[in-house]
């Protein structure tokens, strides 16, 4: 009887393990899926999952490649609800762990960042590609080290496919991410965002 309830206790166990290792190994090969996308990091309103899947497919359809968005709410003051205060926890953990390709995100918070250094220079992309329409003087940033501005920004303001899917693009500015390991294929991306009608 003593040995039966020990095979039942040892049996328990290699189930509970097997169960744990195969719940470990989804959401690692899910976190895995989602790293080998192109991330679109929306800091701002909510635009709901089925607006971002929406965008999702049309991004891809026009850039050929995959993508994947993540929503940040961020209002643009000091956080006040504790909702708000891990949202931009979250952003920062993001940017601590390189995690993110692409970031759309408020003129503050852009300088902010593009002072400290974390997004690439898109003075040659933007030449190249003739996008001067969406290039201001605020696009321009000087890096703490350096001594001149660069351009590390484009604005979001006459983008139509974030409008179109409801997120607000006013004061908004887009970059891509220094620590992105993606860059060729998050500027295909964002030329496709761009140039989308």
Same mark, same amino acid.
């Given at each position: ?105 408020? /003129?503050? #918070?852009?300088?902010?960042? @593009? ?9 040659? =992309?933007?030449? $190249? %590609? &003739? ?17 001149? /501005?660069? #351009?590390?920004?484009?604005? @979001? ?9 409801? =997120?607000?693009? $006013? %004061? &908004? ?19 496709? #965002?761009?140039?989308?009608?």
């Amino acid at each position: 009887m003593e040995f039966a309830l020990k095979i039942k206790k040892v049996l328990l166990i290699l189930t509970l393990a097997s169960f744990l290792m195969l719940i470990v190994t989804g959401c690692s090969s899910s976190q895995d899926d989602i790293n080998k996308k192109v991330r679109i990091v929306l800091v701002g309103n909510f635009i709901g999952d089925e607006n971002a899947q929406k965008l999702i497919s049309e991004l891809e359809k026009k850039s050929g490649d995959q993508v994947y968005i993540d929503q940040i709410l961020y209002t643009g003051d000091t956080p006040k609800s504790e909702q708000e205060f891990a949202f931009m926890q979250k952003l920062m953990v993001m940017l601590a762990a390189g995690e993110g390709d692409i970031y759309i995100l408020d /003129k503050k #918070l852009f300088t902010n960042y @593009a002072q400290n250094g974390a997004f690439y220079s898109l003075k040659s =992309f933007v030449s $190249k %590609n &003739k996008l001067d329409k969406f290039v201001d003087d605020t696009c321009y940033v000087k890096e703490k080290d350096k001594s001149t /501005k660069d #351009l590390y920004g484009i604005k @979001a303001d006459q983008v139509f496919l974030l409008k179109k899917y409801g =997120f607000e693009t $006013k %004061n &908004k500015y887009i970059a891509i991410y220094v620590r992105s390991n993606k860059f060729s294929r998050a500027q295909k991306v964002l030329l496709a #965002l761009l140039n989308s009608k």
